[in-house]
């Protein structure tokens, strides 16, 4: 199967060991696997998550093609298949090994600082300019250590980082207060975005708009969206920025990117909300519509680590001074909301991934829809390799990262064609594919003439002339108003 984009040529790469079109679709079903090796988080059996039904292969339901032209085929293996694919060993994790990792980045974060508060100074480095200069690189680096702390937090909230959940709780709650993170708020929701990657109606994280709400946003009908003109580089720019900068504060008060189907919450909390300021959908407010009245006392919790951050913040701003604070601590931490915010856009954001509306969704497809990118040195060695083995994170999240290339390698012959990676040029073409990113991928529809369960399967398409276009809309009859906005099939939480 071609992976090259029509007519440009492809930065997709994929591993391809299966050159026909697959006999049949799993239906592997449609909850988590486990948070804990070899067994599931729900009543329901490994052996239950494996089912498939039938599928009547005589039924045409259209051909699905990504942006770049590719035609798209439904993932056909099953979670077992990939569990059982995965060495026993890649499963071990080893407290020690994981606290011997955070000691490093702490020690890292304390040398940097202490070389620079020592010999960055006016008596050895005369020239303000050039001091600037190196307090600027100063904080680059300081908010990869700081990255690199906080991918080790992630491993915490999934249970990788050791077998006791006691000390994984105990690090991430420390170390992402330390970073300005509500570490339990976080990890219940992010938990949910595990359960459900790629559900266009229970996806926590850089939830694609359909066409009708990208419309709707620029006050269009949504037959009108492939006759816009193109976006134009600088406003591509404008809004690369935004999200980079505050697109991770923005996530944590007002859930911007997740899903906006509160009227699910299955304990009715989310009656009347939607994303936003004051509408009490955020990761601080134990009534927030994200979590269960069970999960009161954790939001508490990481509230209380914030307030302690924050108080030691204040207390070196008031003691040291507000420049210093901002030298020292604020320009790290926005560089790591940065690449915090561009690691995980890039893994959810591609020309080739596919999402689901609820019908046509299975957690086998979801974890599927991921791609897998690379960072060269800084990736594999300051970020805990959180960029090149995504995909993998997403089938098995318990996978400790040390042991996360050799379990990847060993599940891309189980995902054949449909593992993704996008690897060309390394460091420097991860940083390209947010530009790519954010110029192809506006908005997600179904691939035209496609019907049944392939209409479900939705892909990015963009009004700038990249890839395929947009499908020809005929505008409704009769209408005087705009369209409503109706979002996908939504259902409650496993």
């Given at each position: 199967?071609?992976?090259?984009p029509l007519?440009?040529?492809s930065?997709?790469?994929?591993?391809?060991t299966?050159?026909?079109?697959?006999?049949?679709?799993s239906?592997?079903?449609?909850?988590?696997?486990?948070?804990?090796?070899?067994q599931?988080?729900s009543?329901?059996?490994?052996?239950?998550?494996?089912s498939?039904?039938?599928?009547d292969?005589?039924v045409?339901?259209?051909?699905?093609l990504d942006t770049?032209?590719?035609?798209?085929?439904?993932?056909d293996?099953?979670?077992?298949?990939?569990?059982?694919?995965?060495?026993?060993?890649?499963?071990k994790?080893?407290?020690?090994?994981?606290?011997?990792?955070?000691a490093?980045?702490?020690?890292?974060?304390?040398a940097?600082?202490?070389v620079?508060?020592n010999?960055?100074?006016p008596d050895?480095?005369?020239s303000?300019p050039?001091r600037?200069?190196?307090?600027?690189?100063?904080?680059f680096?300081?908010?990869?250590f700081?990255?690199?702390l906080w991918?080790?937090?992630?491993?915490?909230g999934?249970q990788?980082?050791?077998p006791?959940?006691?000390?994984n709780?105990?690090v991430?709650?420390f170390?992402?207060s330390?970073?300005?993170v509500?570490y339990f708020?976080w990890?219940?929701?992010?938990g949910?975005h595990?359960?459900a990657t790629?559900?266009?109606?229970?996806d926590?994280v850089?939830?694609?708009?359909?066409?009708?709400?990208?419309?709707?946003?620029?006050?269009y009908y949504?037959?009108e969206?492939?006759?816009?003109?193109?976006?134009?580089?600088i406003?591509?720019?404008?809004?690369?920025i935004?999200q980079?900068?505050?697109?991770?504060?923005?996530y944590l008060?007002?859930?911007?990117?997740?899903?906006?189907?509160h009227e699910c919450q299955?304990?009715?909390?989310?009656k009347?909300?939607?994303?936003?300021?004051?509408?009490?959908?955020?990761?601080?407010n134990?009534?927030?519509?994200?979590?269960?009245?069970k999960?009161?006392?954790?939001i508490?919790?990481?509230?209380?680590?914030?307030?302690?951050?924050t108080?030691?913040?204040?207390f070196?701003?008031?003691?040291y001074g507000?420049?210093?604070?901002?030298?020292?601590?604020?320009?790290?931490y926005?560089w790591?909301n940065?690449?915090?915010?561009?690691?995980?856009?890039?893994q959810?954001t591609?020309?080739?991934?596919?999402?689901?509306?609820?019908?046509a969704w299975?957690?086998?497809?979801g974890?599927?829809a991921?791609?897998d990118?690379?960072?060269g040195f800084?990736?594999?060695?300051?970020?805990?390799?959180?960029?090149e083995?995504?995909?993998?994170?997403?089938?098995?999240?318990?996978?400790p990262?040390?042991?996360?290339d050799?379990?990847?390698?060993?599940?891309?012959p189980?995902m054949?064609r449909?593992y993704?990676?996008?690897?060309?040029d390394?460091?420097?073409?991860?940083?390209?594919s947010?530009?790519?990113?954010a110029?192809?991928?506006?908005w997600?529809?179904?691939?035209?003439?496609?019907q049944g369960e392939?209409?479900?399967?939705?892909?990015f398409?963009?009004?700038?002339?990249?890839g395929?276009?947009?499908q020809?809309?005929?505008?409704?009859?009769?209408?005087?108003?705009?369209?409503?906005?109706?979002?996908?099939?939504?259902d409650?939480?496993?």
């Amino acid at each position: 199967m071609s992976t090259n984009p029509l007519p440009r040529k492809s930065l997709l790469q994929r591993t391809i060991t299966v050159d026909s079109i697959p006999s049949t679709t799993s239906n592997s079903a449609s909850v988590s696997p486990v948070d804990t090796p070899r067994q599931s988080p729900s009543s329901s059996s490994l052996s239950s998550l494996d089912s498939e039904e039938a599928i009547d292969l005589k039924v045409n339901n259209g051909k699905m093609l990504d942006t770049y032209g590719n035609e798209f085929q439904i993932p056909d293996f099953t979670i077992k298949q990939i569990r059982d694919a995965i060495p026993e060993h890649c499963l071990k994790r080893s407290g020690a090994r994981g606290l011997a990792y955070v000691a490093r980045d702490i020690a890292s974060l304390a040398a940097t600082f202490y070389v620079f508060h020592n010999f960055v100074t006016p008596d050895k480095i005369p020239s303000a300019p050039v001091r600037a200069l190196l307090w600027g690189i100063y904080t680059f680096v300081q908010g990869l250590f700081g990255t690199g702390l906080w991918v080790l937090a992630h491993e915490c909230g999934h249970q990788s980082f050791s077998p006791s959940k006691t000390l994984n709780d105990t690090v991430g709650w420390f170390c992402h207060s330390a970073l300005l993170v509500p570490y339990f708020s976080w990890k219940i929701s992010h938990g949910k975005h595990h359960k459900a990657t790629g559900h266009l109606g229970r996806d926590m994280v850089f939830v694609p708009k359909t066409r009708e709400q990208y419309a709707s946003k620029l006050g269009y009908y949504a037959h009108e969206v492939a006759e816009l003109t193109e976006e134009t580089p600088i406003t591509t720019a404008t809004t690369m920025i935004a999200q980079q900068l505050g697109g991770w504060l923005m996530y944590l008060f007002t859930n911007v990117t997740g899903h906006n189907e509160h009227e699910c919450q299955s304990e009715g909390r989310g009656k009347g909300m939607k994303n936003g300021f004051g509408n009490g959908v955020n990761h601080f407010n134990p009534s927030s519509p994200l979590y269960d009245a069970k999960h009161s006392k954790l939001i508490l919790l990481s509230d209380l680590g914030l307030l302690i951050t924050t108080c030691a913040l204040f207390f070196v701003g008031k003691k040291y001074g507000c420049a210093n604070l901002t030298v020292w601590y604020i320009l790290p931490y926005l560089w790591v909301n940065h690449w915090l915010v561009a690691i995980t856009f890039l893994q959810h954001t591609d020309p080739s991934l596919p999402h689901y509306e609820g019908h046509a969704w299975t957690y086998t497809r979801g974890a599927a829809a991921t791609i897998d990118r690379e960072f060269g040195f800084i990736g594999r060695h300051l970020l805990h390799g959180i960029v090149e083995t995504h995909v993998l994170h997403h089938f098995v999240s318990t996978i400790p990262f040390y042991n996360a290339d050799e379990a990847s390698e060993a599940i891309k012959p189980v995902m054949g064609r449909h593992y993704r990676s996008d690897v060309k040029d390394g460091s420097i073409g991860f940083l390209k594919s947010l530009w790519k990113s954010a110029r192809w991928c506006h908005w997600v529809e179904p691939s035209e003439g496609t019907q049944g369960e392939n209409k479900g399967v939705l892909f990015f398409r963009n009004r700038n002339g990249l890839g395929i276009p947009p499908q020809k809309l005929t505008p409704p009859l009769g209408s005087s108003q705009k369209v409503i906005v109706v979002g996908p099939n939504c259902d409650n939480e496993l």
